[in-house]
């Protein structure tokens, strides 16, 4: 009672926010382990240690991308933000994401949290009001910004830049800085127009947002978050337009501004609070400490394309806005690869969360704890299939599961599920008890710095802590010598699994929720801390529940099926990109009877030193062995092609290359993925010197 006292007199207001999901598409693995996950722990943590939290998020349904994808599908961009929205709520809550609240800023409490925002900084003067010439395209009858517009970017170089940010080099820009801007809804090159649009001049807040992040922020956020400010802070901040020529977002809440809307992405993180309020409507609160109260923390979770938005335009907004909190932390992560490709939505090259859940049902924990315990925090990481499996089948089957199965079923059958009365507990009882019990610090502690894939494998030690004590003490053998000792044994690791049961909720729910059914303890009985402070978890002469299989091993035929369908995408991807190359000029049969092809063999390959795509090689030509240099070095091991079938032009006449004498060219083809292939006689017995015409 006084412990818990003490923790509800230190608990604190969080706001925990991740990114809105775009609604262009479904969600992906990269969301999940850049965003999703990593926030659900961070908020199913605190909720457990007593914190006042409410957790965040909500569809972004305004923008560009969002009207191009109704073009093309021909369908309104209402139409394509239901589709989607529909989606992406409905995987998020199978998949156990314990929002507080999933909003939409097509709702009409965003519109209007929107449009008052606007208009108070509108009203205070905030805002450069500035006519000036935009970028049009006269065919589309359009203003071109954001994705509408490609160009190379003034910063790296990048030659398909969009209007407002360079995928490659993450510089977030105006429409107008573009070099070579095309339009990307004709192609043609943009005129220039004039229009009005109202623009926040952030360098007035180039200072103080040095002092605020680079300095004050410089030893709790994340160096690659750090990293990325500064370098923009070091580049100047210029005004950025907050308004768009558009007729899909929220209208610009003032007259004269017909025909324009307000910037995605100003009115995308003022969804955050929409979506408290939205929740605080529902459950009867208060929203405005949770965004306006000095004590509570503000989190964003977020990926690091979305560092800039965060980091520097969110907070000037509020900064000018004046009545709100700023982030406490910004733990922006890397990007997640899948199976060494880029995730690309446009190129279907990702696992959809919503097929996930068909193909693996009931096997959430699985995939949070892969997409944890290799989580793209510090730097880019790749998901593959295998480690899925992996992960699963000898860490989670075979620690975490093997464990808690050997408890249950030994309880089971000495003591018909009734948990045994200890006797003297010797040394290693003792140990064993006291290194359960600092688990929750040391995966809180990690927990607390953002270090996820840390926590998810301290979580899996106390796993392991468990299972070594069953293999050292060996109660399977002890109960034929001493009954006493194993009633000791049982109870000990019995109280080890009660504290996996309650610690591992934040990362493995489902699993959670399971065991706690398995061991008979009640969803919220035991809290966090409990395992640190409490004696004793599981009482003797508790009776547990039946035992029940956590987690099932994934055999290679799954892994098998996922791995065909990102061939199968692979291949379509290349079909779809196959340029053939026009026909060549019409030549005379003249022309033809000049070249003298034949068959031959390799007999000898070896690379030619200091290049990297030649070979040497020595050919049977029927005729002789001659010499041929041929540039397949990046396609080929010269030990792989030995032997190897081949046609030769043997008439072509010698030439140098790197001092060698080359007498004739081997030809070669190409396949989709741009690799060389040999072209070779469908019959083994055509011989060498055999002429092709
Ligand atoms: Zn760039």
């Not at 109870?491 to 504290?499: D, E, G, N, P, S």
Request: one cysteine or more.
């Amino acid at each position: 009672m006084a412990l818990k006292q003490i923790l509800m007199n230190n608990s604190k207001r969080y706001t925990i926010t991740a990114a809105l999901p775009y609604t262009n598409g479904p969600v992906h693995i990269g969301h999940l382990a850049g965003v999703y996950v990593p926030a659900d722990i961070y908020a199913r943590y605190l909720r457990m240690t007593g914190n006042d939290v409410i957790y965040i998020c909500g569809s972004d349904e305004h923008g560009v991308p969002i009207t191009i994808k109704a073009k093309k599908e021909g369908i309104s961009p209402q139409d394509v933000v239901d589709k989607y929205h529909a989606i992406i709520k409905k995987s998020f809550e199978d998949f156990g994401i314990s929002f507080d609240n999933y909003s939409r800023t097509s709702a009409e409490i965003h519109h209007k949290t929107a449009s008052e925002f606007f208009r108070k900084l509108y009203d205070e003067g905030k805002f450069i009001e500035e006519t000036s010439e935009q970028l049009y395209d006269e065919e589309a009858n359009q203003f071109l910004a954001d994705r509408f517009v490609v160009g190379t970017c003034p910063k790296c170089g990048n030659e398909e830049s969009y209007g407002d940010q360079c995928e490659k080099c993450g510089t977030s820009h105006n429409a107008t800085d573009l070099i070579n801007p095309k339009s990307a809804i004709t192609g043609n090159v943009p005129t220039k127009k004039m229009t009005k649009h109202w623009y926040l001049p952030l360098e007035k807040y180039e200072k103080w947002l040095r002092e605020w992040i680079v300095e004050g922020h410089k030893n709790d956020w994340k160096a690659n978050v750090l990293g990325q400010v500064k370098s923009w802070l070091d580049d100047g901040l210029k005004p950025r337009a907050v308004t768009r020529d558009l007729d899909w977002g929220i209208p610009v809440p003032v007259e004269n501004a017909e025909g324009k809307v307000l910037y995605v992405w100003f009115d995308a993180p003022i969804g955050y609070i929409s979506s408290t309020k939205e929740w605080a409507l529902r459950e009867g609160k208060d929203w405005e400490p949770y965004w306006k109260d000095k004590d509570t923390k503000l989190i964003h979770f977020i990926g690091k394309d979305n560092i800039v938005f965060h980091c520097i335009i969110f907070p000037a907004m509020l900064k000018a806005e004046g009545t709100y909190i700023l982030p406490e932390n910004v733990p922006a992560n890397e990007f997640l690869n899948l199976e060494g490709n880029k995730i690309s939505t446009s190129k279907n090259w990702a696992v959809w969360l919503h097929e996930y859940l068909e193909d693996f049902p009931n096997k959430q924990d699985v995939l949070r704890y892969a997409l944890t315990a290799n989580a793209p925090e510090t730097k880019d990481n790749d998901f593959t299939w295998k480690d899925f499996q992996a992960r699963n089948n000898n860490e989670l089957v075979a620690i975490f599961g093997n464990f808690i199965n050997r408890v249950v079923v030994l309880t089971d059958k000495y003591y018909n599920g009734i948990v045994p009365e200890p006797n003297e507990f010797s040394d290693i009882d003792n140990e064993t008890l006291e290194k359960m019990h600092k688990f929750p610090s040391i995966i809180g502690n990690s927990i607390d710095r953002y270090r996820f894939r840390e926590a998810s494998q301290e979580l899996l030690n106390l796993a392991r802590l468990g299972n070594k004590y069953l293999a050292d003490e060996e109660p399977w053998k002890m109960i034929k010598v001493d009954e006493e000792r194993v009633k000791t044994v049982m109870y000990v690791a019995l109280q080890i699994a009660t504290a996996l049961a309650i610690v591992s909720e934040p990362f493995l729910p489902f699993t959670s929720e399971k065991l706690k059914k398995i061991l008979n303890i009640g969803a919220k009985e035991l809290a966090w801390n409990d395992v640190e402070e409490k004696e004793e978890l599981l009482y003797p002469n508790h009776q547990i529940g039946k035992g029940e299989l956590l987690f099932a091993k994934i055999e290679d035929s799954e892994i098998q099926i996922q791995l065909d369908r990102l061939e199968a995408t692979k291949l379509t991807n290349i079909s779809e990109n196959n340029v053939v190359e026009p026909q060549k000029e019409t030549i005379e049969f003249d022309d033809f009877t000049k070249l003298d092809i034949r068959v031959g063999t390799i007999v000898e390959a070896v690379k030619v030193p200091k290049t990297k795509k030649l070979l040497q090689l020595k050919v049977d030509v029927g005729i002789d062995i001659r010499t041929i240099v041929s540039g397949i070095a990046e396609s080929f091991n010269p030990e792989d092609i030995i032997g190897q079938k081949v046609t030769v032009l043997v008439n072509l006449a010698p030439r140098n290359l790197k001092g060698i004498q080359s007498m004739g060219m081997i030809l070669m083809t190409n396949t989709p993925d741009g690799k060389l292939a040999f072209i070779e006689p469908e019959n083994d017995s055509v011989a060498n010197g055999a002429q092709i015409s």
